[in-house]
């Protein structure tokens, strides 16, 4: 599926450590096993560290074995834990992590997640002497440079499983549904189930938002007897609030609107197959990086190839995809 680079080893390397941080996302753990029975297999010693960034502060780690990843390629979550490190922003923080990897011997690290995840580790990495990959892991798809990331394709099934649901009960009685989805500040993951669930209308951040029109248009299509019934896929991004306000505005037109939240569920859960694959091979390829001597990068994947990004091309920039976009405006009734 995925074309592997084979960077030349240039490095050897003793032991190397690999945290899962920020939102959780399926296949976190597909690619920790990729990664440890890969660097295992070169001979390099594995530390599993807990809670991201605060356990690497706290040096909350173990030694992870081929058998500490049987069993988990399967399996939503992640075993080494995630949070939100706010602490990481501090750059004497980030000395104190450099000093914890040193003195456990550690010469390179992993770092599992999206934004946040990367903008550490690239910190980490100028900072310190210290290698640093990171691996592009979000349900939210938009981290920029890469055009997948692991988690995505499964939140995707997710939302379409529950929304194929939704839309049942919209048919028998009659009903528009507002079905909000996850992203944070990107619509990514709401275009692409906007499009693959046949909704009637997808909100997304990167388009205007006119509620006014929006409702007349829902409305007077139903006076015209066209969309009875109707999936209108919201993004949590579009505008605080918007799903709310937008049901009150068609209660307004006569409607009895109906909401739900997906929210959380679209983290959780048992990988698809793509996502177990993507995240087996950036899991082993980031460890054939460090061997070739690379820091300071991600792995990316640019159309069917795996490549190093640098990480300073993609801190703090948006990933924007307009024409498609437009083909989700395009496909509304
Ligand atoms: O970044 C992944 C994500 O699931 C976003 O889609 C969402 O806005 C956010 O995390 C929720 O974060 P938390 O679980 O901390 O509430």
């Known amino acids: 599926m995925y074309q592997l680079p084979s960077p030349s080893a240039i490095r050897s390397l003793d032991a190397i450590g690999v945290l899962t941080s920020g939102g959780d996302a399926p296949g976190m753990n597909a690619a920790i096993r990729a990664l440890v029975r890969t660097a295992l297999n070169q001979g390099i010693k594995v530390y599993g560290i807990h809670r991201g960034y605060s356990g690497l502060l706290s040096d909350d780690m173990r030694r992870l074995y081929s058998g500490s990843v049987s069993n988990i390629i399967q399996r939503g979550g992640t075993i080494l834990k995630s949070n939100r490190c706010e602490a990481f922003k501090d750059p004497l923080m980030r000395s104190q992590a450099a000093e914890v990897l040193k003195t456990n011997g550690i010469q390179a690290l992993v ?3 999206g934004d946040g995840t990367l903008t550490g580790a690239h910190w980490l990495a100028c ?4 290698a640093v990959i990171g691996v592009p892991c979000t349900i939210d798809n938009d981290i920029h440079g890469t055009d997948d990331s692991i988690g995505f394709d499964t939140a995707v099934n997710t939302a379409l499983g529950a929304i194929d649901r939704i839309r049942d009960t919209a048919l028998s009685h009659e009903r528009l549904f507002l079905v909000e989805v996850m992203g944070r ?4 993951l709401a275009t692409q189930v906007g499009i693959a669930c046949g909704a009637e209308m997808t909100l997304i951040p990167e388009r205007k938002v006119d509620i006014g029109a929006i409702a007349s248009t829902l409305a007077s299509a139903r006076r015209k007897g066209h969309g009875s019934s109707g999936i209108i896929v919201v993004a949590e991004g579009a505008e605080p609030g918007l799903t709310v306000r937008l049901a009150d505005r068609l209660r ?3 409607e009895e609107p109906r909401i739900c939240i ?6 959780g859960g048992s990988p698809s197959a793509h996502d177990r694959v993507l995240a087996s091979c950036m899991g082993a390829t980031a460890v054939n990086y460090l061997l070739a001597g690379s820091s300071d990068i991600m792995v990316a994947a640019v159309g069917r ?4 990004a640098p990480l300073a091309d993609i801190i703090g920039r948006r990933k924007h995809d307009p024409r498609l976009y437009d083909l989700v405006m395009q496909l509304h009734k």
């Open 111 to 113: 770092c599992i997640g």
């Open 262 to 267: 997906l929210g959380h569920i679209q983290r």
């Open 127 to 130: 900072e310190h002497d210290i």
């Open 252 to 254: 307004q037109c006569g």
């Open 305 to 308: 190839d795996l490549i190093a």
């Open 185 to 188: 500040d990107s619509g990514f």
